[in-house]
Structures are given as C-alpha cells and as structure tokens.
C-alpha cells in the first residue's frame, strides 16, 4: 500500500525537522517543507501531496490561512492547521478554510497520527460523496422526466434539461428566483401549496397538478415529491413530475368509447324490450360488448402499468455495469446476470458492432440520440436511444449513461379507434 505523502508548512525549522521525523516514523512520505505561503502554493501544485499540515503564522506576506485557502480550491487538497496560537479571532478566520483539522503546539506523536488519519478518511469521504452526486446529477438530466428540488421558500434549487425544455424556462430563469408556483395554473395553487407544506413537514406526496409554461400555456402532470434531507434537518424537498398529456387523451377517449358503448347498450334494450328471445338476444349482445369493454379497458390498463424506457451505466470498456429491470425484464436476464456483459453477447455480433461505434463516439465526448430497430426474441422493436458520456468528479469520461425508450407501442396505440356500432 503506497504511504501517504504530505506536505508541510512552518516557518521554525526545529519545529518541520521534528513534524518529518513523526510522520515518516508513522510510515508517511514527506514530500517537501517549505517556510512560507508562497512557497507552499508552488510545492502543492509540483507536488500534489495528499494533506498539507501548514501553521497559520508564516513568513512572507501570505499567511497560512490564505495560503490553505488557496491549495483547498485550487488542488483539492486537505489541510490541518498546525500552531502554538489559538485566540478566538484566529480560530473563526481559519474556520473559513474549512480545515480538516486544528493541532496546537506542542503536540504528541499519538496527536498527530489520529489527526492525520482522520483528515485523509475524511477528504476520501467527501470526495466519493462528491463522485457519487455527479454520477446522479448527470443521470438526473438525463432522464427524460422533469427531476427537480425547491427549497422551504419555494424557490428552485435545481430543475433537469427535460424540466427547463417541458416548461419554457432557463437555467437563468431558475437561478433568478423563480418560484414553484410560478409553474402551477392557478386553480391548483392553493392545493399545490399545502401539499408543499406537508412535504417539508416529513410527508411524501403524489399529486396531479396543471403545470403553467413560461408562455402561459399549461399541461397536466402527475408529480412525486419527498423531503430533502441535510445535515439531519428537511432542507427542501426534490421530485419527479410526469407529462400525462398522452395519458389524459386516451383515458377521455377510452371514456368517451365507453359512454358510446353504454348509451348504444341501453339502446337497444328499450327497442327489444317487447320480446323475450329479443330481450335475451339484447341480454347476450350486451354481456359481449361489456366484455369487449372490459377487455379494453385491460389492454389499456396493461400498457400503462408495464410501459417503462430502459436505462442501462456501462464502464470504458462497453460492459453493462447497471441496467433497470424494464431491461431486465426486455432480454429476459437478471440484472446481475446482465453486468459484464456486452451488446454482442446480449444481442449479436451484428448489433454489438453498432452499438460499438456509436458508443465509442460517446466515449470522446459526443452526446447521440438516434432510432433503432431490433429484434428480441423473435419481436422487431423501434427504440429512441439516447446516450451520453458519464464523467467522474475531475472531469473525465469513465463510461456512458444510455436510455431507450420503445416507441414501438406507441405506433400501436395510435391505430386504436372505438368498435364499429352496432
């Protein structure tokens, strides 16, 4: 296991000969010491040790604690102030630093090595942290539902790429101030609002609201919403909220169809009424349009509950390292039985070449969206792929984040029309 390598910072050489000695003692390397603020920005950046132990008190005219600002923001590096002086004002103008830790002078070996330990599992913490919500980020603006979070005032805290399309607004727009009832109609507000409430209370809500676009046209939405947690504490809430146009155009078709189907119903029983072979022939032709109804109503209710893109994370080398179970389900393995796998062994040769040189083209940077046929199991199904570089927290490509969306049912949706009448 490489020793971790540090960099220190002090003015008092018998002080930096001592602090050397420890912590090569403890099995650290010491990269460098240096006396002063200046000194310490340049080793940082030849350098790029794993903590910086600086004193505050420096020769020069940077002091320590401009000099850890500066190595914290520009190189992401950890620092422990290290000083014989601990007055409150110097203590409240190191704090805005955010060191990750604070030894005074004299300090013992023990003192030291905890302190060094904690600030490296630390900084190792915040950066996986850091990695882990860019990772989620990317995938949040990927999606194409609209993710976003407010905070108590009801400001917006962050909206996706599908959010800012679906409702006219800018990322400006939302940094300006914009409110989340500025993108409720306001019929819905006053509801929109205690739903809020009991958000931030604690609550998890779902609710259908008229969302209002910034040109004043609106559509219907069902949305999701949860609090936000920090620190322990409810910081705001983030959710996900759904365009159900398509949705609300084909439940009043399918209740226009049915008060068609109803009346013609009722229709005919009062024109067979006088006769008892009329009436049960009225009886049976009313139980098979009720069943055909039913199973309308099933089909409908199928497409609605089963439909689902499938999303999929693949690492550099072009193998499946997460798929979604609409996935899962699609090529009929187990998720787990599916990462490490690639588009050949899944689909073909012929498929995985495809998939291959478009993916390698997201593995230089490039964002493609494109239309796809593919047979599954014996089935021809048009997909609209999208995919796009996913990037670790130092800017680079460590794989791609991808999503199909089938649009083949909704070719077969658009052909339905009511039974002929009767």
Same mark, same amino acid.
């Given at each position: 296991?490489?020793?971790?390598?540090?960099?220190?910072?002090?003015?008092?050489?018998?002080?930096?000969?001592?602090?050397?000695?420890?912590?090569?003692?403890?099995?650290?390397?010491?990269?460098?010491?240096?006396?002063?603020?200046?000194?310490?920005?340049?080793?940082?950046?030849?350098?790029?040790?794993?903590?910086?132990?600086?004193?505050?008190?420096?020769?020069?005219?940077?002091?320590?604690?401009?000099?850890?600002?500066?190595?914290?923001?520009?190189?992401?590096?950890?620092?422990?102030?290290?000083?014989?002086?601990?007055?409150?004002?110097?203590?409240?103008?190191?704090?805005?630093?955010?060191?990750?830790?604070?030894?005074?002078?004299?300090?013992?070996?023990?003192?030291?090595?905890?302190?060094?330990?904690?600030?490296?599992?630390?900084?190792?913490?915040?950066?996986?942290?850091?990695?882990?919500?860019?990772?989620?980020?990317?995938?949040?603006?990927?999606?194409?539902?609209?993710?976003?979070?407010?905070?108590?005032?009801?400001?917006?805290?962050?909206?996706?790429?599908?959010?800012?399309?679906?409702?006219?607004?800018?990322?400006?727009?939302?940094?300006?101030?914009?409110?989340?009832?500025?993108?409720?109609?306001?019929?819905?507000?006053?509801?929109?609002?205690?739903?809020?409430?009991?958000?931030?209370?604690?609550?998890?809500?779902?609710?259908?609201?008229?969302?209002?676009?910034?040109?004043?046209?609106?559509?219907?939405?069902?949305?999701?919403?949860?609090?936000?947690?920090?620190?322990?504490?409810?910081?705001?809430?983030?959710?996900?909220?759904?365009?159900?146009?398509?949705?609300?155009?084909?439940?009043? *078709? =399918?209740?226009? +169809? &049915? @008060?068609? %189907?109803?009346?013609? !119903?009722? /229709? #005919?029983?009062? *024109? =067979?009424?006088? +006769? &008892? @072979?009329? %009436?049960?022939?009225? !009886?049976? /032709? #009313?139980?098979?349009?009720?069943?055909?109804?039913?199973?309308?109503?099933?089909?409908?209710?199928?497409?609605?509950?089963?439909?689902?893109?499938?999303?999929?994370?693949?690492?550099?080398?072009?193998?499946?390292?997460?798929?979604?179970?609409?996935?899962?389900?699609?090529?009929?393995?187990?998720?787990?039985?599916?990462?490490?796998?690639?588009?050949?062994?899944?689909?073909?040769?012929?498929?995985?070449?495809?998939?291959?040189?478009?993916?390698?083209?997201?593995?230089?940077?490039?964002?493609?969206?494109?239309?796809?046929?593919?047979?599954?199991?014996?089935?021809?199904?048009?997909?609209?792929?999208?995919?796009?570089?996913?990037?670790?927290?130092?800017?680079?490509?460590?794989?791609?984040?991808?999503?199909?969306?089938?649009?083949?049912?909704?070719?077969?949706?658009?052909?339905?029309?009511?039974?002929?009448?009767?």
């Amino acid at each position: 296991m490489t020793a971790s390598r540090i960099l220190i910072v002090e003015d008092e050489r018998v002080v930096a000969n001592a602090l050397a000695r420890n912590l090569e003692g403890l099995g650290y390397q010491v990269v460098s010491a240096v006396a002063s603020g200046e000194e310490a920005l340049t080793k940082a950046e030849e350098t790029r040790p794993d903590l910086v132990l600086m004193d505050i008190r420096l020769e020069g005219e940077m002091d320590g604690i401009e000099a850890a600002g500066l190595i914290t923001s520009r190189f992401d590096i950890p620092v422990i102030f290290v000083t014989a002086y601990a007055d409150r004002s110097v203590l409240a103008k190191a704090k805005i630093t955010e060191p990750y830790g604070y030894l005074i002078k004299p300090l013992s070996k023990r003192e030291l090595h905890s302190a060094v330990e904690i600030a490296l599992y630390k900084h190792q913490m915040a950066r996986k942290l850091r990695e882990s919500e860019e990772k989620h980020r990317e995938l949040a603006e990927f999606l194409p539902q609209m993710i976003y979070e407010i905070d108590p005032d009801g400001k917006f805290t962050f909206a996706n790429r599908s959010g800012l399309e679906a409702t006219g607004y800018t990322a400006d727009d939302m940094a300006g101030g914009v409110q989340a009832t500025d993108l409720i109609a306001p019929e819905d507000r006053d509801r929109m609002i205690l739903d809020m409430t009991r958000v931030l209370e604690g609550e998890m809500v779902g609710a259908h609201y008229k969302i209002l676009r910034k040109d004043g046209s609106t559509f219907p939405a069902l949305t999701h919403a949860a609090p936000m947690i920090r620190d322990g504490r409810i910081a705001g809430l983030r959710g996900v909220c759904v365009d159900i146009t398509e949705i609300k155009t084909l439940e009043n *078709e =399918l209740k226009s +169809s &049915n @008060e068609q %189907l109803e009346s013609r !119903v009722a /229709e #005919r029983t009062a *024109e =067979l009424a006088a +006769s &008892n @072979e009329e %009436l049960r022939r009225e !009886v049976s /032709e #009313r139980l098979r349009v009720e069943e055909e109804l039913r199973r309308s109503e099933e089909l409908f209710r199928t497409i609605f509950e089963t439909a689902a893109d499938r999303m999929f994370i693949k690492n550099r080398s072009l193998q499946y390292t997460f798929v979604n179970p609409a996935m899962a389900n699609l090529v009929g393995l187990p998720a787990s039985k599916i990462a490490g796998m690639t588009d050949t062994a899944l689909f073909g040769k012929a498929e995985g070449a495809r998939v291959k040189e478009i993916e390698n083209r997201v593995l230089k940077g490039e964002r493609i969206e494109n239309e796809h046929t593919l047979q599954i199991k014996g089935d021809s199904m048009t997909f609209l792929e999208t995919r796009i570089p996913l990037h670790d927290a130092d800017g680079a490509i460590v794989g791609l984040c991808g999503i199909a969306r089938n649009i083949t049912e909704r070719t077969h949706l658009a052909s339905f029309s009511p039974p002929p009448r009767l």
